[in-house]
């Protein structure tokens, strides 16, 4: 009876498998973090009074560079279908939409944007810039 007792092994889950495939998938969350920022790279204007974009994915942000091209996140948009594509976008699915437009862009573009915004049926808009102080510390 004692050579039986000795043989039984002790039931258990090996989980070093699965602790090997959440580092990997940790990895993979690290690296792809900093890639996903949103919208055109627009050079903003700035102001005092500056809150943080929101990192929820409720919301689609709509930016305008330098040139005046149009896009909605990093998809470029033609201004005759501006309207009908942030009514599908945005305001079907009840998202927030932030503007973030270049600096160099003229006001006319802006608010010409802006007009097909409220057009679409958005009555809540969200406008991007950056704090003074932000600029200086990325030229160093």
């Known amino acids: 009876m004692d050579n039986r007792n000795s043989r039984r092994s002790i039931p258990g889950i090996n989980i070093t498998p699965l602790v090997d495939v959440m580092m990997v998938l940790l990895c993979i969350v690290f690296v792809t973090a900093p890639l996903m920022t949103q919208g055109v790279e627009v050079e903003l204007p700035q102001t005092r009074t500056v809150a943080a974009l929101p990192t929820d994915s409720e919301h689609l942000v709509l930016s305008i560079d330098k040139t005046g091209r149009v896009f909605i996140e990093e998809y470029e948009v033609k201004m005759e279908e501006l309207k009908d594509r942030l009514e599908s976008l945005v305001a079907k699915q009840k998202k927030a ?6 600096a160099q862009v003229p006001y ?21 810039a950056e704090e003074p102080e932000t600029k200086a510390k990325k030229r160093k």
């Open 97 to 102: 939409l932030y503007l973030k437009a270049d």
């Open 108 to 128: 006319g573009s802006v608010v010409r944007v802006m007009g097909e915004i409220k057009a679409a049926g958005i009555d809540k808009l969200g406008m991007v």
